[in-house]
């Protein structure tokens, strides 16, 4: 999606280790005619199929979502919560997912009553880097038996190969930009065509 | 605002210790089209005024935020994040809120990037019962330089007073809802006029 690779290359910053920082549009202040746009994409992508619900994670795939939803017939969003701890009363599915910016894994909770058999399910998230956040999403959506419809994403780092993994176990994984290569020496980014 | 009380009515369910469940439709499973109503009565409320930033606090203020944000002119949303620790390296605005939930206090920071002397904010959250979490979003405008112009609630439990303490610091709180009271045992909530 040209306006968002745009976008990142004009307001993104690319930082040692790997990170590209967003923040200035997608999860710390956010452009909501952009996002408005990418579920507009989305929407294009995955016209021929049914979806019911969008699932995300907190905190930053919940406005993207919840923008994105309009195009999908103002279906629910769910957002996945990070738990303090797994409460195991029953009443939720649960995960954990290993954060690497924050070196450690926490417990991810959906509600059992928001999440079933019925679902068709678009996951939604900010970035696919490995992958792990989406597996946990995953995960949730097997132990519900909702099916998964497809992922879409605003950044995938191509390099980290998470999303290529996604797509050889025949998910349709629809990211809006792709970054193949960053320098955080001189600031260049390179996408996928 | 008839709709949400309704709704609130209808899908909210009342916990002892004054807790009211609202995650069917407010800040688990999200319903875009409610939010979408929110955001056009906010927008009638403030019509008057000048806003050029709507401020809230994740995770469950962004999705509302994001979709009220199309009522006035697409301006931009950031979300103060709880943070781990507070980082001093001077690039935020840091404060402190305590939470009656967790129990805990938790630092609450925005980049100085994205609040300043020039913004006229809207403050937008889902709940608002004491004030505390208000409070620290109030506290970063101070430190920005920023000015208040309104404080956008969905549910305001009237009965624990945090809002008319605002309306009596001459803050403008619409409150969509406000729960004047409400019974564990009968589930009845009685809203106020």
Chains 1, 2 share one sequence.
């Not at 649960?94 to 059992?112: A, D, G, L, N």
């Not at 970035?127 to 998964?148: M, Q």
Request: proline share 2%; net charge negative; charged share 25%.
């Amino acid at each position: 999606m040209k306006e968002l690779e745009e976008r990142i290359r004009r307001d993104g910053t690319v930082k040692t280790g790997d990170v590209l920082k967003v923040d200035a549009f997608l999860n710390h202040q956010c452009d909501v005619r952009l996002f408005d746009h990418m579920g507009q994409e989305w929407a294009r992508h995955f016209a021929g199929k049914t979806i019911t619900k969008i699932l995300t994670i907190e905190a930053s795939g919940i406005g993207i979502a919840c923008c994105a939803a309009r195009h999908f017939g103002d279906v629910p969003v769910v957002f996945a919560k990070k738990a303090q701890s797994i409460n195991l009363d029953g009443d939720q599915y649960t995960t954990t997912v290993y954060s690497f910016t924050k070196r450690k894994e926490f417990p991810v909770i959906v509600s059992k009553k928001y999440l079933d058999a019925d679902d068709h399910v678009l996951l939604i998230d900010d970035f696919l880097a490995n992958g792990k956040a989406l597996h946990g999403l995953i995960e949730l959506c097997h132990a519900a038996g909702a099916s998964v419809e497809g992922i879409g994403i605003a950044v995938e780092k191509g390099f980290q190969g998470g999303g290529d993994k996604l797509r050889a176990q025949g998910y349709d994984v629809d990211s809006l930009s792709i970054v193949e290569s960053m320098n955080p020496e001189t600031g260049e980014i390179t996408f996928r065509d």
